[in-house]
T-cell receptor
Framework: DTGVSQDPRHKITKRGQNVTFRCDPI?????LYWYRQTLGQGPEFLTY????????KSRLLSDRFSAERPKGSFSTLEIQRTEQGDSAMYLC?????????????FGPGTRLTVL | AQSVTQLGSHVSVSEGALVLLRCNYS??????LFWYVQYPNQGLQLLLK??????LVKGINGFEAEFKKSETSFHLTKPSAHMSDAAEYFC??????????FGAGTRLTVKP
């Protein structure tokens, strides 16, 4: 299967710990997006990359959140000093940028639980 | 700023009945509109998208949606519900694809 993959699928951590999630996009896709989804809500955009450049990061929730895509392929999302309010599903999506709009394909998500 | 409103957080239909999930959008520029479906513990799967080519958009699994500019709506329909359609459905709007805004979702229940 060549869809978007995310690892881990589930993460349980204690408040104050750092966590890192990985996303592997569809291989030919040059754009990669991160979203957060809380219970009963739609996904909330966090940040996105075109190749290795992070073109939008103002919507990251706080300075505890950071993302990288060092070689323009996989990406990581790190949350430092986790808080209980960070508990959510973190979704990754990728797309192939073309003229007009491109379709985002989503991974299965990483469910984070902060105790 | 663009946004979507999904009317009805929960819709219940009988198997074989019409499915109608409502979405209204707000956008200052011509929008791109999307419907995604999410099954439990899974990511989102694209059902269909509107990109101004045609106002009636056909998607996967028998779903379709009609873009109505005068009503700022993009409602999702399916003539006959199947048990496998039970899921969460999200409407989304974007005008540059860098800022996709999702609605809060509508949970569809299909009764036998």
């Amino acid at each position: 299967d060549t869809g978007v993959s995310q690892d881990p699928r589930h993460k349980i951590t204690k408040r104050g710990q750092n966590v890192t999630f990985r996303c592997d996009p569809i291989s030919e896709h040059n754009r990669l997006y991160w979203y957060r989804q809380t219970l009963g809500q739609g996904p909330e955009f966090l940040t996105y990359f075109q190749n290795e450049a992070q073109l939008e990061k103002s919507r990251l929730l706080s300075d505890r959140f950071s993302a990288e895509r060092p070689k323009g392929s996989f990406s990581t999302l790190e949350i430092q000093r986790t808080e209980q309010g960070d508990s959510a599903m973190y979704l990754c999506a990728s797309s192939l940028a073309l003229a007009g709009t491109d379709t985002q394909y989503f991974g299965p998500g990483t469910r984070l639980t902060v105790l | 700023a663009q946004s979507v409103t999904q009317l009805g957080s929960h819709v219940s239909v009988s198997e074989g009945a019409l499915v109608l999930l409502r979405c209204n959008y707000s956008s200052s520029v011509p929008p791109y509109l999307f419907w995604y479906v999410q099954y439990p513990n899974q990511g989102l799967q694209l059902l269909l998208k509107y990109t101004s080519a045609a106002t009636l958009v056909k998607g996967i699994n028998g779903f379709e949606a009609e873009f109505k500019k005068s009503e700022t709506s993009f409602h999702l329909t399916k003539p006959s519900a199947h048990m496998s359609d039970a899921a969460e459905y999200f409407c989304a709007v974007s005008h540059n694809n860098n800022d996709m805004r999702f609605g809060a979702g509508t949970r569809l229940t299909v009764k036998p």
